[in-house]
Nanobody, 122 residues
Framework: QVQLVESGGALVQAGGSLRLSCAASGRTLSLYVMGWFRQAPGKEREFVARISWSSGVTWYADSVKGRFTISRDNAKGTVTLQMNSLKPEDTAVYYC???????????????WGQGTQVTVSS
């Protein structure tokens, strides 16, 4: 069992930065891949970034590559999404997720947080 709690969502102007955090707890975190997904109103949930707890290997959606950075702190049990050069189209509820497979498919993630709202004004 893995529990996930996101924080850090806010209202920010275009071009600004935000740092989202996901506090993860569970006995076997090292077996998991941690992902960030987002869902805008009226749209499907989409992949943003993912990182392997054990190896640190990362993967990004093309839409955020070069602007967002995912990282993990094994000691603290947190996964962070640093978001720079934010655009209005980044507005969405952002979710942290944990799964056993290194994939961008939300259907293959087993555990989800409650989400945190990010709003980017133009």
């Amino acid at each position: 069992q893995v529990q996930l709690v996101e924080s850090g969502g806010a209202l920010v102007q275009a071009g600004g930065s935000l740092r989202l955090s996901c506090a993860a707890s569970g006995r076997t975190l090292s077996l998991y891949v941690m992902g960030w997904f987002r869902q805008a109103p009226g749209k499907e949930r989409e992949f943003v970034a993912r990182i392997s707890w054990s190896s640190g290997v990362t993967w990004y959606a093309d839409s955020v590559k070069g602007r967002f950075t995912i990282s993990r702190d094994n000691a603290k049990g947190t996964v962070t999404l640093q978001m720079n050069s934010l655009k209005p189209e980044d507005t969405a509820v952002y979710y942290c997720a944990a799964g056993r497979i290194h994939t961008s498919s939300s259907a293959l993630y087993d555990y989800w947080g409650q989400g945190t709202q990010v709003t980017v004004s133009s």
